[in-house]
């Protein structure tokens, strides 16, 4: 296992800051949020998660996707907006990471794959932190993660002493770590870690569930404001427009847009004439967790839910996803 000092590493991203851009969990009026940094002294390293996900990083809340300008005489200008810039993620929790590995699934490796994710993809680094304990909300071990899952990066940390253990799990991860003082150790780290206190409901439990009367009663708390999609690091529902933005002289400049958005949302499945096949909360708090355990797995062949428990903390009105899932396994209480 190699290892390396606090120090050491500090002042080799001190030196890779020049080329790359680095983003960590930041503190901002008590909340941790994964953010750009402007110095090294802002990363916060003994935290829980973050309020917010790295998805946001590789699939934003709103881009610009091209930019457009139309003169109306046959000149028109399109022209796409590809990210190039090169970025460092660091401290990364494996939950988060976890989730990434869901988003390339139907950004990357479906055809054709999405151009401005890949690109961001492509220009990023994945330095993660293993977490030391697991919080209140938390339970990947529960949908096959774990507080030391590697999944997703192409670097582990975990601290250890002064300083981290160093886990080089890609290419891009050895070839960036090349010139970093590292050394090796036999080191043996025992997982205090249980494995998942959550049943994830079976397909067949599920198939059988679309017509249960859990839905409804959870339904009934629920005030579809979208926040647990929001904060989730695996939804990734968009919409995408064009928005005039200016113009002079007979031509007008306009850009297309994408930005999130939520099958949580009432008006997400609406279709020309008014017509929406999914109008009642019930059917939309049923597509949700049938998307994360049933739907995506299906396509995919994995779960879209990674256990990092942001839903269960943000919903206003106590909406908890590992209640579903045990009430459709074992029954109500």
């Given at each position: 296992m190699n290892?390396?000092?606090?120090?050491?590493?500090?002042?080799?991203?001190?030196?890779?800051?020049?080329?790359?851009?680095?983003?960590?969990?930041?503190?901002?009026?008590?909340?941790?949020?994964?953010?750009?940094?402007?110095?090294?002294d802002e990363i916060v390293w003994d935290f829980e998660k973050?309020?917010?996900?790295?998805?946001?990083?590789?699939?934003?809340?709103?881009?610009?996707?091209?930019?457009?300008?139309?003169?109306?005489?046959?000149?028109?200008?399109?022209?796409?907006?590809?990210?190039?810039?090169?970025?460092?993620?660091?401290?990364?929790?494996?939950?988060?990471?976890?989730?990434?590995?869901?988003?390339?699934?139907?950004?990357?490796?479906?055809?054709?794959?999405?151009?401005?994710?890949?690109?961001?993809?492509?220009?990023?680094?994945?330095?993660?932190?293993?977490?030391?304990?697991?919080?209140?909300?938390?339970?990947?071990?529960?949908?096959?993660?774990?507080?030391?899952?590697?999944v997703g990066m192409d670097v582990m940390l975990s601290k250890y002493e002064e300083g981290f253990l160093v886990e080089l799990l890609t290419p891009i991860g050895e070839a960036l770590f090349s010139d970093l003082p590292v050394t090796e150790q036999v080191i043996e780290v025992e997982s205090p870690f249980e494995k998942g206190l959550f049943p994830v409901p079976n397909e067949e439990i599920l198939k059988k569930s679309f017509d249960?009367?859990?839905?409804?009663?959870?339904?009934?708390?629920?005030?579809?404001?979208?926040?647990?999609?929001?904060?989730?690091?695996?939804?990734?529902?968009?919409?995408?427009?064009?928005?005039?933005?200016?113009g002079s002289n007979g031509t007008k400049q306009a850009n297309r847009i994408r930005c999130w958005d939520s099958c949580a949302s009432e008006a997400y499945r609406r279709i020309a004439g008014g017509h929406n096949p999914r109008a009642s909360k019930i059917e939309r708090l049923r597509n949700r967790v049938l998307c994360k355990l049933y739907y995506y797995p299906q396509q995919y062949g994995m779960l879209s839910c990674v256990g990092c428990g942001r839903c269960i903390d943000a919903c206003p009105v106590g909406m908890d996803i590992t209640e579903i899932m045990s009430v459709l396994v074992e029954g109500p209480a």
């Open positions: 290892y390396i000092r606090q120090e050491d590493l500090h002042n080799w991203l001190a030196d890779i800051g020049e080329e790359y851009r680095l983003t960590a969990p930041v503190e901002k009026d008590g909340v941790i949020l994964y953010e750009p940094i402007q110095s090294l973050p309020v917010n996900s790295i998805k946001e990083i590789f699939f934003p809340q709103t881009e610009i996707l091209m930019e457009l300008q139309i003169s109306g005489n046959g000149s028109d200008e399109i022209k796409e907006v590809i990210p190039t810039e090169k970025n460092i993620l660091l401290n990364v929790r494996p939950c988060d990471a976890h989730g990434l590995n869901c988003l390339d699934a139907m950004f990357l490796d479906d055809s054709p794959p999405d151009v401005y994710y890949a690109a961001r993809r492509q220009n990023s680094v994945v330095m993660g932190l293993s977490c030391s304990h697991m919080g209140e909300s938390c339970f990947c071990t529960s949908v096959g993660g774990s507080p030391g899952d590697t249960s009367e859990l839905w409804g009663m959870q339904a009934e708390r629920c005030i579809s404001c979208r926040i647990c999609a929001y904060v989730c690091p695996t939804c990734r529902c968009f919409d995408i427009r064009d928005e005039v933005v200016g």
